[in-house]
């Protein structure tokens, strides 16, 4: 997992390919004047959805994890927490849909937030469960942006 602001964003490359592709176009695109949907960077290799959800409460957010893609989620406006864990201290509560590329765990109560504010970012790797969405005082409506980078078979 890797929470920082956009700000540094290039300090992080050389992770691979496809993962500097995504770098530099966060660095170049103003997100913020993209309408909710989705965008290729690079055809299903590595892609951008721009989302507009409301937030919740933790008891009504969710622990998830991915396999095949790593997530680097960007707030664009409002205020969110996402939550962090290693997705090993969690116990299954659906189990993984490669065709969505998704898990999804029962909440244990433990995990760290980190606060999201326009120009923060979080990366998250296959072993990190993560509970996005999870309001910081109240709910409220949010843009953010998620790029997808898809994992070489082999390397998850």
């Not at 490359?13 to 690079?42: C, M, N, V």
């Not at 909440?107 to 326009?118: C, I, L, S, T």
């Amino acid at each position: 997992m890797i929470y920082d602001h956009c700000g540094s964003l290039l300090s992080y490359r050389g992770q691979s390919p496809l993962f500097d592709l995504a770098l530099r176009y966060l660095e170049r695109t103003d997100l913020a004047a993209l309408e909710p949907g989705k965008y290729p960077i690079d055809g299903d290799a590595v892609f951008v959805l721009i989302q507009s959800p409301r937030t919740r409460s933790r008891a009504e957010g969710r622990w998830e994890s991915h396999r095949r893609y790593i997530d680097i989620q960007s707030l664009l406006s409002g205020s969110e927490r996402i939550g962090i864990q290693s997705n090993e201290s969690l116990t299954v509560e659906e189990p993984y849909d490669s065709g969505r590329d998704i898990a999804f765990y029962r909440d244990n109560g433990q995990g760290f937030f980190v606060p999201m504010a326009p120009g923060n970012f979080v990366v998250c790797f296959p072993q990190d469960a993560h509970m996005p969405l999870v309001c910081a005082d109240a709910p409220e409506q949010i843009k953010k942006a998620v790029i997808k980078i898809r994992i070489p078979e082999g390397k998850s």
